[in-house]
């Protein structure tokens, strides 16, 4: 820090969720000069699952991990593999198999508490030395002068960059700052999520069934009997489950789910989440770049929301890594517009295939339940094109960064 309270970096990061930390590792190992700012607390010795998302992981994700040096310190006890995938309609006889073993892999995924990555993320900074990370942290300002940007904080400190990476989220304090429109659609749905005891061992199935207000998931974690719940439905029938006894609610979980996995034992607290999908107007201005949520959000249906902002971070990293290497300007919009051209569209697809999906699945009316029978049975019996989709979900195909391939 300078005598007029100004610090230089190479790159201002703001937010240090899943993305935000991953790009931070991603430059600083490069040897970029990074400040990360975050509003939260630091989490010193956080207790593990105490945010209750647990995340589905591709592969492509597992590479970006591994690649930031983040992916080895997540503990083993934390990681649930899933090789095979159900899929099933509550209205009908439609399913559709998915197993990694048709594509030569040994796994389709990974299920992993949001917490064990973020604290492998935050241990793996820690070891990067051109990495500052402040905590409880408010961007105020933003101001550019000539290639360069500012950003100021509630405390009066001033960074001085010549990128600022907002990956502050949905509600992206950065994005608001410097104006960029962000289009919100409410889905008037919420989602319930929790983590199940279950009667049989889920034998690293992951399982979805989709029923009339939403697709319930049961997730399989490390723990041979333990499932991560990600119940999507009404607003009015989320917080009515949110109200039922423990009882009331393991009879009516295990009812959904057809007692697939027999009788529920026990679950963890239930948290609701409103649900929503948004996108940034633009992903990038002078000196500026969205990542992550803050770009843009999208159903929790295929789990994919944190997959995309991994990406997003690899992508970025790779591009700006390119130009500081070569000695240019990496803030500069025509570097940033390479970003914003290669991830943009690749989010927009994932975001209306899950809207498709999602009102293929949720439409009672005809012939709509008997098509989609017919497709599911018809995509399960052919193979090109249940491995075609099998890759893309899994993130080992489709224009990836090659810190990602
Ligand atoms: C129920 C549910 C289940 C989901 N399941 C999955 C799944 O299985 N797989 C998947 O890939 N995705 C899933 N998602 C989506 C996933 O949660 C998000 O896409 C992902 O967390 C976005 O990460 P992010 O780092 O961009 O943003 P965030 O996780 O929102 O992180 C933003 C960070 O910025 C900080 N911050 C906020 N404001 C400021 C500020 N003004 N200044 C400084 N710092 C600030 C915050 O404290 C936070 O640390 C799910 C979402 C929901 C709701």
């Known amino acids: 820090m300078n005598s007029n ?71 083993q006890n934390d990681i649930g593999i899933f090789n095979k995938m159900h ?22 995924g990974y299920i992993i ?35 360069t940007i500012q950003i100021k904080t509630e405390d009066g400190l001033v960074y001085k960059t010549r990128l600022i ?50 697709p319930l998931a049961f997730l399989p974690m490390a723990d041979q009997h333990q499932c991560a719940i990600v119940w999507s439905t009404s607003p009015e029938h989320a917080q009515r489950l949110l109200g039922l006894d423990e009882r009331s609610f393991y009879a009516e979980l295990s009812e959904a789910f057809a007692n697939e996995l027999g009788q529920i034992t026990a679950t963890s607290e239930r948290v609701v989440f409103p649900l929503s999908r948004a996108r940034a107007d633009h992903y990038t201005q002078p000196g500026l770049v969205l990542i992550g949520d803050s770009a843009h959000t999208i159903h929790p249906l295929a789990g994919q929301g944190a997959n995309l902002g991994l990406l997003d971070a ?14 240019r ?27 498709g999906f999602k009102y293929l699945f949720e439409n009672q009316s005809q012939p709509l339940p008997l098509l989609r029978n017919v497709g599911l049975d018809m995509v399960n019996d052919l193979p090109l094109l249940k491995h075609a989709i099998m890759r893309r979900a899994m993130g080992i195909e489709g224009g990836l960064p090659d810190i990602a391939r």
């Open 5 to 75: 309270n100004t610090l230089d970096a190479d790159v201002v990061v703001v937010g240090a969720g899943i993305t935000g930390a991953s790009c931070a590792c991603l430059l600083g190992l490069a040897g970029l000069k990074v400040v990360l700012l975050e509003s939260g607390i630091r989490q010193i010795n956080s207790l593990k699952q105490s945010d209750a998302r647990i995340f589905a992981m591709t592969l492509a994700s597992q590479k970006i991990l591994k690649q930031s040096g983040a992916w080895n310190r997540i503990d």
């Open 165 to 214: 990476v907002a990956a502050d989220g949905a509600n992206s304090k950065i994005r608001q700052l410097v104006g960029i429109n962000y289009i919100r659609h409410d889905y008037k749905q919420s989602a319930l999520a929790c983590i199940a005891t279950t009667e049989f061992s889920h034998e690293q199935v992951a399982r979805q069934r989709f029923l009339k207000r939403g």
């Open 329 to 355: 300007h990496h803030g500069r919009q025509q570097v940033l517009r390479k970003y914003e051209r290669w991830r943009k569209g690749k989010n927009h697809s994932m975001m209306y295939l899950m809207d």
């Open 314 to 327: 690899a992508a970025l990293a790779e591009i700006v890594i390119d130009a500081y290497q070569r000695g």
């Open 113 to 147: 508490p949001y917490q064990a990555i973020s604290d492998a993320l935050q241990d793996a900074m820690l070891d990067i030395d051109n990495i500052r990370c402040l905590w409880s942290v408010l961007p105020v300002s933003i101001e550019r002068k000539q290639d």
């Open 87 to 108: 899929v099933w309609d509550e209205n009908g006889v439609g399913e559709i198999d998915f197993d990694s073993a048709a594509i030569c892999q040994s796994e389709l």
